[in-house]
């Protein structure tokens, strides 16, 4: 299936649209993981999947581009600025409920986090 036949789907988030570069609670670290959870195709195996999640990603760029700009900058909030303490912080947020009952989801929120944190105090993919 062409990508242009699926249409994609807009993620309202009004949290991350007013964000205004400034200071970033843990609510809006987890809202911008939302927002990446959000994208994925509710039918992962479908044929259509892919195109799905591409179209989905394509309409919210604006909005996925300040999300992933939350993620970071909530990463290079943690203090002290060391690995220890990142790798606490990942590891509270990765196994609250939200994310671990739902391994597909913990598993991309895991990927988000990792990527977004890459060279902050110590932190590698």
């Known amino acids: 299936m062409n990508i242009s036949n699926i249409q994609g789907k807009k993620v309202n988030c009004p949290d991350i649209e007013k964000w205004d570069g400034g200071y970033v609670s843990r609510k ?17 195996s479908s044929p259509t999947a892919d195109e799905e999640y591409k179209s989905n990603c394509k309409v919210n760029s604006d909005l996925i581009a300040r999300a992933d700009k939350i993620i970071v900058n909530y990463g290079m909030q943690i203090y002290p600025e060391t690995l220890e303490n990142m790798q606490d912080i990942y590891y509270s947020i990765t196994n609250t409920p939200k994310y671990r009952n739902n391994p597909s989801n913990c598993s991309l929120v895991c990927s988000v986090l990792n990527s977004a944190w890459d060279g902050i105090s110590g932190w590698q993919k």
């Open 28 to 44: 809006l670290l987890e809202r911008a993981l939302d927002l990446f959870i959000s994208l994925e195709p509710v039918n992962q």
